[in-house]
């Protein structure tokens, strides 16, 4: 859409919103052009949608008539194949559509765009698509800007020269876009910080929030941002200063450290990305999308071998990505020494990380209390836990490496939890409410109410 906005031809872009659209959705009108367009998928559609879905509402009953159920993965391949024909009855000539779903834009000349809101305004509704003017946006051009306002007076749609939001990014001129990206920054550096208070009781949950959850938006943000690299320097600050801090329960890392908490796991780091890797997403994803934009721009139905082009171009790309990253990791072992380089293998071992990627369920036992994660990264990256004693049974000094082979060890209460742990797991087969009593978590710094019991 950025492209097609740029393009000299273009006077103005039109972004239409839907009201509800989802929900409005005529279903019978869908069902007869989906058994015709993609008549593979229509039976699961007419045995899903065929019959109306009951709402039980304060005690009546609603029948759901309309539209799609939120949640449903079907949901979206139904609107999309429902609007298609939508989409092909309102081209106008001179206008470029594109369609995500419900949110249609369209760019061109400002006669063009007119007769194309006058379409959508018109067959829309017998499709169940009803065009909202009060929340659409026309993004003009500064100088057609009273051109527009004379097309479009009596359409209650709004106009602006600014630029607006599109799909996750901004349209228009350079100023807008960037006061976009500095908003997103400061509210992804406000949310690491509040996951920075969290990890001070939950690291593990945390970490799984920050690993599976924010870097996908950022990562997304950096595919449709050329220029978001330029404003991250406060989101890196958070990370090693708080959120780190917080994971790890120690001091934030230096430079080597950070470097090897950037990489993935399965190369013996924390997948902790530094925000100015994301300085390369935007150049992959417009070679990505190549082959599907330049059909977009042209508006041309026939794929072709587009999508053969498009996994082609993944496969090449992800081939480069792990080239760099290999690159990155053979220069930085190139520094590490001693104990750290030791640990740094075992960390690539097969296997070694997969409790770090791993969702943490409780209830699959997967999941780590503050102490176990701390200890776990400490045994990841060779620190001494906290509150190791200083002194072992046999009378040495005690360390990690030596309660794995003192010979007078013991660990009486692993022996113990060990036949606990399988005496209640027996009870559990045979009795009801079996629970082992939990080991009280030590306190760095929370604050508990009053009457919170011990």
Same mark, same amino acid.
């Given at each position: 859409?950025?492209? $097609? ?22 279903? +019978? ?61 309102? &081209? ?42 009060? #929340? ?47 908003? #997103? ?27 599976? %959850?924010?870097? *996908? ?8 941002? %050329?220029?978001? *690299? ?65 059909? $977009?721009?042209? &508006? ?9 082009? &498009? ?19 053979? &220069? ?37 209390? #503050? ?69 009280? +978590? ?13």
């Amino acid at each position: 859409m950025r492209d $097609i906005f740029q393009n000299v031809d273009t006077e103005a872009v039109l972004l239409v919103d839907a009201t509800n659209a989802f929900n409005n959705m005529n279903r +019978q009108v869908a069902f007869a052009n989906i058994s015709i367009s993609c008549p593979a998928i229509f039976p699961v559609l007419a045995n899903t949608y065929r019959q109306p879905s009951q709402l039980f509402v304060g005690g009546e009953t609603l029948l759901s008539k309309e539209g799609t159920t939120q949640g449903d993965p079907l949901a979206m391949p139904m609107y999309a194949l429902a609007t298609v024909p939508l989409l092909k009855k309102t &081209q106008t000539e001179g206008t470029k559509q594109v369609w995500y779903a419900d949110d249609a834009a369209g760019g061109g000349p400002l006669p063009s765009l007119r007769q194309w809101w006058k379409n959508l305004s018109e067959l829309g509704p017998s499709f169940g698509y009803f065009p909202n003017a009060t #929340k659409s946006w026309l993004i003009v051009k500064e100088e057609h800007v009273e051109t527009a306002q004379n097309l479009f007076k009596d359409t209650n749609v709004c106009l602006t020269i600014d630029g607006r939001k599109y799909l996750g990014t901004a349209l228009r001129n350079e100023k807008f876009c960037n006061d976009f990206l500095k908003d #997103k920054v400061r509210l992804w550096t406000q949310e690491i910080e509040n996951l920075a208070k969290i990890a001070q009781s939950q690291p593990h949950a945390a970490y799984s929030a920050f690993t599976h %959850c924010l870097i *996908g938006k950022w990562t997304y943000s950096a595919k449709t941002s %050329c220029n978001l *690299g330029d404003f991250l320097q406060p989101l890196e600050s958070a990370i090693q200063h708080k959120l780190s801090l917080a994971l790890t329960g120690r001091a934030p890392p230096g430079k080597t450290m950070r470097d090897i908490f950037a990489l993935p796991c399965r190369n013996g780091g924390l997948g902790i990305i530094h925000p100015k890797l994301l300085r390369q997403e935007y150049a992959f994803s417009q070679r990505i999308t190549q082959p599907l934009s330049r059909l $977009i721009t042209t &508006q041309e139905e026939d794929l072709g071998d587009a999508l053969e082009q &498009q996994a082609s171009l993944k496969a090449f790309i992800r081939k480069e990505k792990n080239d760099l990253i290999r690159t990155c990791l053979v &220069q930085m072992e190139e520094s590490l020494t001693g104990n750290v380089n030791r640990v740094h293998e075992l960390a690539k071992k097969k296997g070694a990380s997969s409790w770090l990627t791993t969702m943490p369920i409780e209830e699959h036992g997967f999941h780590l209390t #503050k102490s176990e994660f701390h200890d776990a990264i400490c045994l990841r990256y060779g620190w001494r836990p906290s509150k190791l004693p200083e002194w072992g049974s046999c009378g040495k000094n005690f360390s990690v490496d030596h309660a794995l082979c003192c010979p007078t060890g013991g660990f009486p209460t692993i022996r113990h939890n060990e036949l606990r742990d399988t005496f209640g797991d027996l009870l559990h087969d045979i009795c009801h409410d079996v629970e082992i009593e939990p080991s009280l +978590q030590p306190l760095t710094g929370e604050v508990l109410p009053q009457k919170c019991n011990s």
